[in-house]
C-alpha cells in the first residue's frame, strides 16, 4: 500500500469525529435554545391560569368552617404585565396601572405596601381567611389571617424582622411568645398616620408566613391546624371538588352565612338546612374573568333533578340587550317546589313580570324551553311550537280583558291580543291598544310585546353579541337555565352587587365603562352519594 492511499483511508477517520462534535454542538445549541423558548414562554403572563387548581399548604390553617376564604395560586408580581398583554394596544397602559393599583390595594387592607415590602420575596400561593365573631374587641367585624410564601428559606423571615423593626418605631408594643411550638410576635400599633390595630405573626417552616388581625384568630389558626377533620387540607370533598373545577388563579370558599352576606344570595337559598356552602374558582381568559362554582348540599335533593335545556339559540333573532334561556319556567315560577333553582331564581322571575300581564301568562304556562329576548323596542319570547297551547293563553288573555283577532302584514299572518282603552283630547274615543303579538314558524313560536319587537325576529346580525357569549360560556356545561346580558344592562345589574363595590374600591377608581358585557349560567344539578351539587358559570367581560 503506497502512502497515498494510506493517507486516503484516514481522512474518513479524521472527518468522523469532526462531524459528531459539530453533530453535538448543534444538538446542544437546538436543546439549549427549546429550553430558553420553553422557559420564556412559560414566564409569559399569558400562561398566568394555565394551571391545574388545588388546595395551597396554608389550607391546612383555614378551618373548614370559615366564613370565606381566598386562595390565591399564581404570582401577583405578574398580574400586571398579564393585564397589560391582554388589554388593547390603546388601553395596554391603563390596564397595566389598573392591575396594579388592585393588586396594591388588596395587601393594603392588612396594611402592607407590595412593592417596598412584598415584592422582593413573595411566593405565587397567598391565602386569606375571614373568621366571623372572633375579635377581640367582642366586635362582631370578622377576623382575618393572611398567610403568604416565600421563593426562597430567608425572604420571610427578613420581612418578618422590619415588619415589626419598622411598626415597633411608630410606638407598636409588642409581646414575643410561643404557641403550640411556634413563635408568635403579637402588638397593636400601625405605621406612622395609620389607626393602630391588633396585628399578630407566625413564621412556619422558613417559608410560609401568617399575618393575623390579633393574636386570638392566628391561634385559631393554629389549633385547626392541628386537627386533620377540621381544616380545609383534610376535608377530601373539597379537595375533589377544588380539582373538578380545572384550571384557575384562585379558589374561593364562603360558608351559608356567607353566601347571604357577603354575595348577596337570598335568604330562601342561604338559609336552608342542607346547605354546605360555596367552592369556586377564577379564571382569566384574555379580556374576560371566569368563574365556576358549585354550590354544595349534604344530601340528595328531593325534588326532582332539573332537565337540561333544550337550546333554541339557533332560531334566535332580534336585538337583545339581554338574552335568557330558561327551562321550564313554570316549574321556576311554582312557590311550593323545593328545589333550589325555584328557590333561587324563581322570585327573581316573579319580580321581573310584575306589570307585565301578557308575558307573564306566557311564561307562566310553559314548560320549556324559554328563550327571553329584552329589547328597546320591547320584550320577545321564542317558546317551542304550540308550547304553551294558543287556546289556553287565549283563555287567560281575555280573562284579563283582551281581545284576540288576526292581522295580516309582509305576507304572514299574526294573531294578536288588544284591549280598547279611551282616547282623552280632541280625538277622544276608543283605541285598541296591542298588548301582545303573536307568530309561527315550523319549530318554534314567537311572542313580541310590539309588532316592532315581533319583527326583529328577522334580525339575524343583532343577536349575534349575545349569541357568541352563549357559545363562550357553554361549551363545557349542562345548562338549566342562562343569562346573556350585554354592556349597559350588565353595568346597571354590577353597581348594586357589593362584591363588585369593594373591587372597586381596591381599584381606586370607577370601572363601570370597562364592562362590555356578562354571562351566567346554571347547570342541572349533580348528585351522588355523598350529596348535591349545583354547577355555575360565569364569565365577565373587560375591554
Known sequence: MDKDEVTRDRRPMKARPFLTAVGAALLSLVLLAMGLIWTMDRRSPLHLAEQPLQLPRSARFVPRDAAVSLHWLADPSRLPAYAQAVAPASQRRAARDGARAWRNGAFALAGLEFDAELAPWIGSEISLTLLDGVSLDGASDPGWVLALTSRDSDGARRFLQRFWQTRSLAGTDLQISSYRGIGVISGRGALIGRDPQPLATALIDDDLL?????????????????????????????????????????????????????????????????????????????????????????????????????????????????????????????????????????????????????????????????????????????????????????????????????????GERLAVWTRLVRQRGRTAGLEAQLAIAQAHAASVDWWGETLIALKHRQDTRGVQPRLR??????????????????????????????????????????????IQGLSLVVDVDQQDEVGSKLPLHVRLDLG
Open 210 to 410: 401568617l399575618l393575623a388581625s390579633g393574636r386570638g384568630v392566628l391561634e385559631q389558626s393554629l389549633d385547626v391546624s392541628q386537627l386533620k377533620d377540621q381544616h380545609q387540607l383534610g376535608d377530601q370533598r373539597l379537595q375533589q371538588n377544588v380539582a373538578d373545577l380545572g384550571d384557575g388563579v384562585a379558589v374561593l370558599t364562603a360558608s351559608p352565612a356567607a353566601m347571604q352576606r357577603w354575595l348577596q344570595l337570598p335568604a330562601v337559598l342561604t338559609e336552608r338546612s342542607d346547605l354546605e356552602g360555596l367552592v369556586a374558582s377564577l379564571r382569566p381568559d384574555g379580556a374576560t374573568l371566569a368563574a365556576d362554582a358549585v354550590v354544595a348540599f349534604r344530601d340528595k335533593l328531593s325534588p326532582e333533578p332539573w332537565q337540561p335545556l333544550n337550546d333554541l339559540s339557533e332560531t334566535a333573532g332580534g336585538r337583545a340587550l339581554w338574552l335568557a334561556q330558561l327551562q321550564n319556567p313554570s316549574r321556576l315560577l311554582d312557590p311550593d317546589d323545593q328545589h333550589p333553582l325555584a328557590q333561587w331564581l324563581g322570585p327573581l322571575l316573579r319580580s321581573h313580570l310584575q306589570g307585565q300581564a301578557a308575558a307573564s301568562t306566557v311564561v307562566e304556562l310553559d314548560d320549556g324551553p324559554l328563550l327571553w329576548q329584552h329589547q328597546s323596542d320591547g320584550w320577545l319570547l321564542t317558546t317551542s311550537r304550540e308550547q304553551p297551547q294558543q287556546a289556553l293563553v287565549d283563555v287567560q288573555l281575555q280573562e284579563q280583558g283582551l281581545s284576540r283577532s288576526e292581522l295580516d302584514g309582509d
Open 469 to 514: 357569549q352563549w357559545q363562550a360560556i357553554s361549551s363545557d356545561a349542562r345548562p338549566a337555565q342562562a343569562l346573556l346580558l350585554a354592556a349597559e344592562p350588565s353595568q346597571d345589574l354590577l353597581a348594586t352587587w357589593q362584591p363588585w363595590a369593594f373591587v372597586q374600591a381596591l381599584a381606586g377608581q370607577s370601572m363601570k365603562g370597562q
